[in-house]
Every structure is written in C-alpha cells, then in structure tokens.
C-alpha cells in the first residue's frame, strides 16, 4: 500500500484536499480482508497485492444523450461523504474516498429524462488503481437511467474500485446498468449502495462478463412505505475467471417490496459465488421479497458456489429464496437434437435461453442484441 499515501492525495491537488488526506490517513490503519471474514467467504482477495498498484484514473467519458435542464451531470467535483457501508472499517472505502474521481447525476423533482446517461470507464495504463464513483440523486417524482461501462484490453493489468450511489426520493424511479467488459487482467471490486423513500422503485442490473477477478457488492435498502427494489444480474466466466456477487434486499418499512434475479454460467475452470441475504427489519410488516440465484456449470472443471439467507424480524411478512446449480437441462439439449439441431448449436440455444429472462429485464433494450453475441463468442471458446 506504499503508492496510496497522504502524498499522494496531495499531489492529485483535488477540491476537498483534507477530507480526502483524512481518507487516506484511515486507510493506513486499516489491514488487508481475507477470506476468513464472512463477506469475504470464497474470495480471491488473498490474491490482491496493493503493492503493484499506483493511484491512476480511468478515461471517463460522459453521455448526456442531450439531456436538457431537468438532469445536471457533474463530474471531477468535490467528493459528497454520503456513502456508509455496513462493515465499522472497509480498506476499499476509504482508498475510494482517498482518491475518487466523482461523477454526480441529479434529476429535478416531478422530471422524467427520456434517453439514459451513459458513462464509461475505460482502463488503458496497466498497474493503476482506479476509484470511479458515481452519486445518482433522483428528487421527488423523477425518473432517469443511468448505464455505467468498465473496459479495458487483455492484458491490462489494473485494479478498479467503483463505488456507485442511488439516492431516490419519494416515488422517484431509478434504472441502473453496470456493464463489466473488462480485460482479462484487470481485478474489479465494486460496492453499490442503494437508498429507496416511499413509494419509490429502483432496479438496479449487472452484466458480467469481463475481468481477470470481479467482484460487486450490493445494499438495497427501502426505508418508505410502498417503496420497492429489483436487483438483476447476468454473469458469465471463463477460463481462470471468477465473478462474486455479495447482496443485501433490505426493508426498513411497511408494506415494501424487493425481488432478486442473478443468472450466471461458468466454463473451463472459472468460478462464480453468489451470496445474498433478504433481511426484513421489525419496521417492515407487510413486505414481501424474493430471491432467485440459478447458475449452469458448462464445464467439468467449472465450480459455482450460492448460499441464499433470510433474516427476518418481524411477521405477515412474505419471502421466499431459491439458488440452483448444475450443468445445462439434458432434456432440453435432446429435444433440440432430437429436432436435427447440431450439438453445439442446441447448447448455445439454451445458455441464451437461460439468459434471456435477464436480458428481457435490463433497462437499455438495445444492448441485448450485442451481449448476447458476447455470451455467444464465450460458449465457441469453451475447452470440452
């Protein structure tokens, strides 16, 4: 960790210099996860060593898609401490506020923008640590999408830190995409945090399909009655990669409501964990919540791991949880070549069958042609 010192900070020169010195000075104090700590459980962190890394800055680019007044976008401003995670210390928390590059989307009460935000994150320098993080506040009645893109090349060896932040006030709507097209090389470990008021609803969707090790951690919290959530997420690895998902569908209300679908394969000798928890607290009588992990093993050497949990405080509550793992239907794989379809053909039918309930949720409609062409390209480079 000798790169992402107090000098460091300073030498960056940004607005709120003391705040982020403060930052910097906490994560100093602060030792290295592993994998014994519960959030942690299944990781690759072990293999983590900040040292290879200097701080560095992703090209960002921003698309306002000729948004008028009703949105401002602001970027590379002062950083807003309003992110609080859950854990009394996160070493990633502090180095993002350390050394964030802020990117801040607001939309003006009773105003729904009608083409989304789009930003994109594009790592080109190996053996940089980049911290994006992105505040969404969404007043009373609004409505916006944002999709947020992580790239880099093969080969690319980085290390990407994002925090995202959803704020959505009363009856405001929320659509987030993270799309995760990065090399081969490069480790992600993201934390979003969502915040829903009454009568709001908020999606929050993930596609996975890049990285050498990625990992996103998710807080949705409803703390309005009425208000819902629905996280999404399609996940694919290959070769020696490993995707982690870490969730939190968490009520703080009456009568709200959450819902869950993550959808992940895995091949060759990649590996994928998904844990989730659905947590009602005593305020949240008459919630209902749902969460549902499937996952296809397409390899013999392939491994996935999905440990669903319920906590739950109160009563006349509604939830239920399911997670499966195991290699692609045989039955739907004859039926199709019992129909004279070629093996491999019928095989890509059904991963992309098994996808399309995600992809027929995400936010931004047009990107589903090209991801499935990306999932299609991974299953042609699948090792028998």
Same mark, same amino acid.
């Given at each position: 960790?000798?790169?992402?010192?107090?000098?460091?900070?300073?030498?960056?020169?940004?607005?709120?210099?003391?705040?982020?010195?403060?930052?910097?000075?906490? !994560?100093?104090?602060?030792?290295?996860?592993?994998? /014994?700590?519960?959030?942690?459980?299944?990781?690759?962190?072990?293999?983590?060593?900040?040292?290879?890394?200097?701080?560095?800055?992703?090209?960002?680019?921003?698309?306002?898609?000729?948004?008028?007044?009703?949105?401002?976008?602001?970027?590379?401003?002062?950083?807003? /401490?309003?992110?609080?995670?859950?854990?009394?210390?996160?070493?990633?928390?502090?180095?993002?506020?350390?050394?964030?590059?802020?990117?801040?989307?607001?939309?003006?009460?009773?105003?729904?923008?009608?083409?989304?935000?789009?930003?994109?994150? &594009?790592?080109?320098? !190996?053996?940089?640590?980049?911290?994006?993080?992105?505040?969404?506040?969404?007043?009373?009645?609004?409505?916006?999408?944002?999709?947020?893109?992580?790239?880099? !090349?093969?080969?690319?060896?980085?290390?990407?830190?994002?925090?995202?932040?959803?704020?959505?006030?009363?009856?405001?709507?929320?659509?987030?995409?993270?799309?995760?097209?990065?090399?081969?090389?490069?480790?992600?470990?993201?934390?979003?945090? !969502?915040? $829903?008021?009454?009568?709001?609803?908020?999606?929050?969707?993930?596609?996975?399909?890049? $990285?050498?090790?990625?990992?996103?951690?998710?807080?949705?919290?409803?703390?309005?009655?009425?208000?819902?959530? &629905?996280?999404?997420?399609?996940?694919?690895?290959?070769?020696?990669?490993?995707?982690?998902?870490?969730?939190?569908?968490?009520?703080?209300?009456?009568?709200?409501?959450?819902?869950?679908?993550?959808?992940?394969?895995?091949?060759?000798?990649?590996?994928?964990?998904?844990?989730?928890?659905?947590?009602?607290?005593?305020?949240?009588?008459?919630?209902?919540?749902?969460?549902?992990?499937?996952?296809?093993?397409?390899?013999?050497?392939?491994?996935?791991?999905?440990?669903?949990?319920?906590?739950? /405080?109160?009563?006349?509550?509604?939830?239920?949880?399911?997670?499966?793992?195991?290699?692609?239907?045989?039955?739907?794989?004859?039926?199709?070549?019992?129909?004279?379809?070629?093996?491999?053909?019928?095989?890509?039918?059904?991963?992309? $069958?098994?996808?399309? /309930?995600?992809?027929?949720?995400?936010?931004?409609?047009?990107?589903?042609?090209?991801?499935?062409?990306?999932?299609?390209?991974?299953?042609?480079?699948?090792?028998?």
């Amino acid at each position: 960790m000798l790169a992402f010192t107090p000098d460091a900070v300073r030498a960056s020169e940004p607005p709120d210099l003391e705040a982020r010195i403060a930052a910097a000075e906490r !994560a100093a104090t602060i030792s290295m996860p592993t994998p /014994e700590a519960e959030i942690w459980r299944y990781s690759r962190i072990a293999e983590l060593h900040l040292e290879n890394y200097r701080p560095g800055h992703a090209i960002t680019t921003i698309d306002a898609g000729g948004a008028d007044a009703a949105v401002s976008v602001v970027h590379g401003g002062a950083l807003a /401490e309003r992110f609080v995670t859950a854990d009394a210390v996160d070493l990633f928390h502090e180095l993002n506020n350390a050394f964030a590059d802020t990117v801040v989307v607001s939309v003006r009460a009773g105003q729904a923008v009608s083409r989304p935000i789009v930003i994109t994150h &594009r790592l080109d320098a !190996a053996g940089i640590a980049c911290f994006p993080r992105l505040i969404i506040d969404a007043a009373p009645d609004s409505e916006i999408t944002v999709v947020e893109t992580f790239v880099s !090349a093969d080969g690319v060896d980085a290390l990407c830190i994002p925090r995202l932040e959803v704020n959505a006030a009363q009856a405001a709507r929320v659509r987030y995409l993270g799309v995760n097209m990065l090399g081969t090389s490069t480790w992600q470990l993201a934390h979003q945090r !969502a915040v $829903g008021e009454r009568d709001s609803n908020t999606l929050l969707a993930t596609v996975a399909l890049g $990285g050498d090790y990625a990992r996103v951690r998710t807080e949705a919290r409803i703390t309005g009655q009425g208000g819902s959530t &629905r996280q999404i997420a399609l996940y694919y690895a290959d070769g020696d990669q490993m995707h982690d998902f870490r969730t939190m569908q968490d009520h703080d209300a009456p009568k709200t409501t959450s819902d869950l679908l993550f959808k992940g394969a895995v091949q060759d000798r990649a590996r994928s964990v998904y844990t989730g928890l659905i947590k009602i607290r005593k305020a949240a009588k008459g919630s209902v919540a749902f969460q549902t992990n499937r996952n296809l093993t397409l390899s013999e050497g392939a491994w996935a791991e999905s440990v669903p949990n319920l906590d739950i /405080e109160t009563n006349e509550v509604k939830c239920s949880h399911a997670s499966t793992v195991g290699p692609i239907d045989e039955e739907q794989r004859f039926y199709l070549e019992s129909r004279g379809i070629r093996p491999e053909i019928a095989e890509r039918l059904v991963v992309l $069958g098994f996808f399309d /309930e995600v992809l027929d949720q995400l936010p931004v409609g047009t990107l589903a042609a090209e991801l499935r062409a990306q999932v299609s390209a991974k299953l042609q480079r699948r090792t028998p």
